[in-house]
């Protein structure tokens, strides 16, 4: 029987996975320190999630890392996700009427991470944020998710470089049947490609966009 206020092996994996998605490239020592168990314990753990390609160790450092086999639970995780699947042939219309790249985000927590993205075409582009994780309150997807809780409608959100320099983001919602939010609809692009001179006409395009995608997941299937 588990102790009171002792974890099992799993929790502790899971602690330990939590850790370097935090922090990549942890040794032994660090991953101890952080975790609060033995190295011995934290080596058993190592071991068993490196066999499952869970996390991989870099050669040159010996410090471990998330592994590939999560790129794998990703893609299950969004190719399973129903609003994407009607979503994606809109967010591509999207793409090429403007030639930005254009992104789909959920909620998580006090975070938003971004799911899929239909790229921008053009020569300079932003880092893609597939995957990544941000402060909600610094970005306008996860402004505008956090507004949509209490605001009706298609609620619009702009950031200019403060989640990242040079950076800018237009955002809407997207809905489904009940009316509830349940991602965000993006552009993000250069600063000088998306700022107050084009705003009001990449706003119409969104909008549209998200109504579009709205009335997908709204509609009754056969």
Same mark, same amino acid.
């Given at each position: 029987?588990?102790?009171?206020?002792?974890?099992?092996? %799993? +929790?502790?994996?899971?602690?330990?996975?939590? !850790?370097?998605?935090?922090?990549?490239?942890?040794?032994?020592? #660090?991953?101890?320190?952080?975790?609060?168990?033995?190295?011995?314990?934290?080596?058993?753990?190592?071991?068993?999630?490196?066999?499952?390609?869970?996390?991989?160790?870099?050669?040159?450092?010996?410090? /471990?890392?998330?592994?590939? =086999?999560?790129?794998?639970?990703?893609?299950?995780?969004?190719?399973?996700?129903?609003?994407?699947?009607? !979503?994606?042939?809109?967010?591509?219309?999207?793409?090429?009427?403007?030639?930005?790249?254009?992104?789909?985000?959920?909620?998580? #927590?006090?975070?938003?991470? /971004?799911? /899929?993205? #239909?790229?921008?075409? =053009?020569? &300079?582009? &932003?880092?893609?944020?597939?995957?990544?994780?941000?402060?909600?309150?610094?970005? !306008? $997807?996860?402004?505008?998710? %956090?507004?949509?809780?209490?605001?009706?409608?298609?609620?619009?959100?702009?950031?200019?470089? =403060?989640?990242?320099?040079?950076?800018?983001?237009?955002?809407? &919602? %997207?809905?489904? +049947?009940?009316?509830?939010?349940?991602?965000?609809?993006?552009?993000?692009?250069?600063?000088?490609?998306?700022?107050?001179?084009?705003?009001?006409? /990449?706003?119409?395009?969104?909008? =549209? $966009?998200?109504?579009?995608?709205?009335?997908?997941?709204?509609?009754?299937?056969?």
């Amino acid at each position: 029987m588990k102790k009171k206020g002792t974890k099992t092996s %799993i +929790e502790k994996a899971l602690d330990l996975i939590e !850790a370097l998605k935090e922090n990549d490239n942890l040794g032994v020592t #660090e991953l101890s320190n952080i975790l609060g168990l033995n190295k011995n314990n934290v080596f058993r753990l190592l071991a068993t999630l490196e066999v499952k390609g869970l996390i991989e160790q870099d050669q040159e450092t010996g410090h /471990y890392r998330l592994g590939m =086999k999560f790129l794998h639970l990703e893609h299950s995780y969004i190719k399973h996700l129903s609003f994407l699947k009607k !979503a994606r042939g809109t967010l591509r219309e999207l793409r090429n009427e403007i030639g930005e790249t254009v992104y789909i985000s959920i909620l998580h #927590e006090n975070s938003v991470i /971004y799911l /899929y993205a #239909e790229e921008s075409k =053009k020569p &300079v582009i &932003v880092t893609s944020r597939i995957a990544k994780r941000y402060k909600a309150e610094d970005t !306008a $997807a996860g402004r505008t998710l %956090i507004r949509s809780k209490k605001e009706k409608g298609f609620v619009v959100d702009y950031d200019m470089e =403060k989640s990242e320099p040079e950076v800018s983001e237009l955002a809407t &919602v %997207i809905r489904d +049947e009940t009316g509830s939010p349940v991602a965000a609809i993006s552009i993000v692009a250069p600063s000088y490609r998306l700022n107050q001179t084009q705003l009001e006409f /990449y706003k119409v395009k969104l909008v =549209k $966009a998200a109504k579009k995608i709205t009335e997908k997941l709204s509609a009754t299937e056969a």
